[in-house]
Nanobody, 127 residues
Framework: QVQLVESGGGLEQPGGSLRLSCAAS????????MSWFRQAPGKEREFVAA????????YYADSVKGRFAISRDNAKNTVYLQMNNLKPEDSAVYYC????????????????????WGQGTQVSVST
């Protein structure tokens, strides 16, 4: 059974940090491009960060560049999103997504390229 399970969300103050985790099972994790997307109320799902199967290549939305860092541990079948200097506009449900490298490569910011999604974890940034 294919599963992506996110954890680590919560309420944080502006300027604070959170670390999201996404544990994968039921497929060959190391063959999949892994990404994080987010969706705020009333808005479309948007790309946040992606990491290639080689681990060497990472990609970020301009809005989070320099503040967020994506990483993966292929031995643990887990992808992480370290979020620093959080801002209120970072508040959203964060989703983990997986897609075959051959399908995603070059189009990592397109949600339709991913065929596996987690249930999401809520991140709220507020005083």
């Amino acid at each position: 059974q294919v599963q992506l399970v996110e954890s680590g969300g919560g309420l944080e103050q502006p300027g604070g940090s959170l670390r999201l985790s996404c544990a994968a099972s039921g497929f060959t994790f190391s063959n999949y491009f892994m990404s994080w997307f987010r969706q705020a109320p009333g808005k479309e799902r948007e790309f946040v960060a992606a990491i290639s199967i080689s681990v060497l290549d990472t990609y970020y939305a301009d809005s989070v560049k320099g503040r967020f860092a994506i990483s993966r541990d292929n031995a643990k079948n887990t992808v992480y999103l370290q979020m620093n200097n959080l801002k209120p506009e970072d508040s959203a449900v964060y989703y983990c997504a997986a897609g075959p490298a051959s399908r995603v490569s070059g189009s990592y910011s397109m949600p339709y390229k991913y065929n596996k999604w987690g249930q999401g974890t809520q991140v709220s940034v507020s005083t």
